[in-house]
């Protein structure tokens, strides 16, 4: 992939002042541009020049209740995340994606299921998906502008098999999917945890002593799976785990 043509200087200057949707489209320019993006240096800028409310929240759920706390990049900044705006005595976070958008159970009168950024304090009611307290949800943005969303629902059933349903943003509704049938020697490493990169979320499985790698695509709405490289696919030798650099 060829370069930009820019010195990093002048693209540090140029893309740390881009809005995120424009930043996100530089990314796919070239492998300088990209990388460029994700240096920590680069976020602490791009935050400042352009306001954006970038870090991490810590969220523990408990059976008395759940509590959690926005810790910003690069220190204090004038805007948090709370979820009082949803004037709900219990809040539930089930998923959430880097734009910030949150999928939540809120509780009282009733429980009632809603998407909502709290970096604008808007929310909108989604239905109520299939009941199972063991279920894990997933969240996947497809499309910022307009904006297209998808949500997984898993549901173990058995050892081995979940019931799976989808929920569409773009019909509003939630849809049957076929079972996910696992082979009795498989299993998945951590049902509630997957990665998620361009649309397609990761799981690491285990059959026998071998890893694999279980990939639901978001948008095709279909399962695959795909093997690790060679040399650490063993269990007896290696714990291997998934995670994201670079966008990948």
């Not at 140029?14 to 240096?39: F, G, H, P, Q």
């Not at 285990?206 to 694999?212: A, S, V």
Request: charged content about 20%.
């Amino acid at each position: 992939m060829a370069t930009c043509g820019f010195n990093s200087d002048v693209l540090f200057e140029i893309l740390s002042r881009a809005d995120l949707e424009t930043m996100s489209k530089c990314r796919l320019v070239s492998r300088e541009c990209n990388a460029l993006t994700y240096t920590p240096s680069f976020m602490r800028s791009h935050c400042k020049r352009t306001n954006t409310l970038c870090g991490h929240i810590f969220y523990v759920s408990t059976q008395s209740g759940a509590f959690w706390r926005f810790s910003s990049i690069g220190g204090v900044h004038p805007k948090s995340i709370d979820f009082k705006f949803l004037r709900a005595p219990s809040v539930r976070i089930l998923a959430v994606v880097d734009i910030g958008l949150f999928f939540c159970q809120v509780r009282g009168p009733g429980i009632k299921y809603l998407v909502c950024k709290p970096t604008i304090r808007q929310w909108r009611l989604i239905p109520v998906p299939g009941s199972g307290d063991s279920s894990s949800y997933f969240m996947t943005v497809l499309k910022s502008k307009p904006l297209k969303f998808k949500i997984l629902r898993l549901h173990p059933h058995g050892l081995c098999n979940f019931n799976c349903e989808i929920f569409d943003s773009d019909v509003w509704s939630w849809k049957q999917l076929d079972d996910l049938y696992l082979p009795d020697s498989q299993s998945l490493q951590d049902q509630r945890h997957a990665i998620s990169v361009c649309g397609r979320l990761h799981w690491i499985t285990l059959i026998q002593d071998e890893y694999k790698i279980l990939v639901f695509d978001q948008d095709k709405e279909n399962w695959e799976v795909n093997l690790v490289p060679d040399p650490c696919k063993n269990r007896l030798f290696y714990e291997v785990k998934l995670s994201i650099y670079g966008g990948n």
